[in-house]
């Protein structure tokens, strides 16, 4: 089987200048990195209205079997460009840590990839790199507030911001810094985040310009004073040389598809302890550019998708004109019990058992959002027919079209019907119904997300976190949105627990304010922000040659 590397490499890219008149954006506009990519000068297009229809691609809960959400996305997009639809598709940037780790890269798939795909998964435009050097900095700024007297009275037994690196490194989670004689500062306990779960990267996707980018910056809350008061970023003096690192970042970058479509891919917050989208900023500007924006929310609709249509729309100002459900056969067949290796073979039993894990997902979207939604059957060679009738006849008793999409074998040309299914039903009215009122109380609103979205029976909330919630809300960060950090693989705190499991509750143990990204996080376990490497990763793979083409990235 040829590998999505091989795919990319064999399609000659466009001018980037190019692709970018397709949607109006002349080359004075354009900041060009080389031939084929390129960030776009925000301030050129003030001046115009939105136009485009909003298409959310979410899927159902993840399994190792792959579900292929990305890769439906861009698809989905090249789709709606074959059909005669002006679409610009708008993903977030990979982690360069998991490209090397486990995951390998995110840019597509097959014939349904963004690229320079190695770019993308590796420097690009250096937008992680700025925010891990701004993030740093605060880091650094703290520590030497702290050794210079400490004047804001820092607790540094109580310090919440970490240090960041785009890398999955272990041994980096928790150390003592500042040993040694006094003049290598005041020890203390700290750790390093991957670049993606910083707090940086969360408030640069939800800005919406360079000024509002600063003024959330000024509001970090980077740990508390011995009296207990939070101390932020502002009272360092900090925000200020903070946007000046990121004020390249903040600009949207433009690359294109396989099929030489224009494609954003900007930002990358984790869709856990973050809220899993690309750049607000970009999404706007699709907007204005394009009669249509595909875009995509991380992990499965119950965190990626709520996270979407309750912390980003509202900032946005725009709710989807329709959602497209990704799921695959062969995850369905997990979810109901079936072993990875017997995915392959036809078994219709494990596939009624998982089916209920995609129909609450489509109950969630359809019912209790009220948004126009369509399944998206992510074909693969294995799928037989009575599986993919299956699936199709229990979504239509909820009143809902599954159509087979094969954008990995055929690009744009495997998801036509799909692209038509969703102009229809972006046409049509949507009825859609936040779950919750950002005045609501903070464990009500947990509460919500768990019954309404998870399913589960309820919550318990551990004393810590009853003492943060009133804190936080005598604070007045209480009127903020919820960012519930669980486990991507079940609808419960237990990842074991597949399907769409029934009588459990959601413990709450941990929470904090981003008070940046202005939301606030809900932790139900313990959520990893540094992840460590396989015992094979894919890095041991990756190789380049004499005349530096990439080979084993995927």
Known sequence: MVSDIEVSQSVQPEKIQDIAAKIGISQEQLEVYGTDKAKIALHKFDHLPRKGKLILVTAITPTPAGEGKTTVGIGLDDALNLIGKKSIVAIREPSVGPVFGIKGGAAGGGHSQVIPMEDINLHFTGDLHAIGIANNLLAALIDNHIYQGNELDIDVKNITWKRSLDMNDRQLRLFVGGLGNHASGIPHEDGFDITAASEIMATLCLATDLLDLKERLAKIVIGYSRKGEPVTAGQLKAEGAMAAVLKDAIKPNIVQTLAHNPAFVHGGPFANIAHGCSSLIGTDLALKLGDYVVTEAGF???????????????????????????????????????????????????????????????????????????????????????????????????????????????????????????????????????????????????????????????????????????????????????????????????????????????????????????????????????????????????????????????
């Open 300 to 554: 499965g609709a119950d965190l990626g998708a709520e996270k979407f249509l309750d912390i980003v729309a509202p900032r946005l100002g725009k709710t989807p004109d329709a959602v497209v459900l990704v799921a695959t056969v062969r995850a369905l067949k997990m979810h109901g019990g079936l072993n990875k290796k017997e995915l392959n073979e036809e078994n219709l039993d494990a596939l009624k058992n998982g089916l209920p894990n995609l129909l609450r997902h489509v109950h969630n979207m359809h019912e209790v959002y009220g948004l126009p939604t369509v399944v998206a059957i992510n074909k693969y060679p294995t799928d037989t027919q009575a599986e993919l009738d299956l699936v199709r006849e229990e979504c239509q008793r909820l009143g809902i079209n599954a159509i087979e999409a094969d954008v990995w074998g055929q690009g744009g040309a495997g998801a036509t019907e799909l692209a038509q299914e969703v102009v229809k039903l972006a046409d049509m009215p949507a009825d859609f119904t936040a779950i919750y009122d950002k005045e609501d109380p903070i464990q009500d609103k947990i509460e919500k997300v768990a019954t309404k979205i998870y399913g589960a029976d309820g919550i318990t909330v551990a004393g810590p976190a009853k003492k943060s919630i009133k804190k936080l809300e005598h604070l007045g960060y209480g009127n903020l949105p919820i960012c519930i950090a669980k486990t991507q693989y079940s609808f419960s705190a237990n990842k074991n627990s597949l399907g769409a499991p029934k009588g459990f509750k959601v413990p709450v143990k941990e929470i904090k304010v981003n008070a940046g990204a202005g939301f606030i996080v809900v932790s139900t376990g313990s959520v990893m922000t540094m992840p460590g490497l396989p015992k094979a990763p894919a890095a041991e793979k990756i190789d380049v040659t004499a005349d530096g083409k990439i080979t084993g990235l995927f």
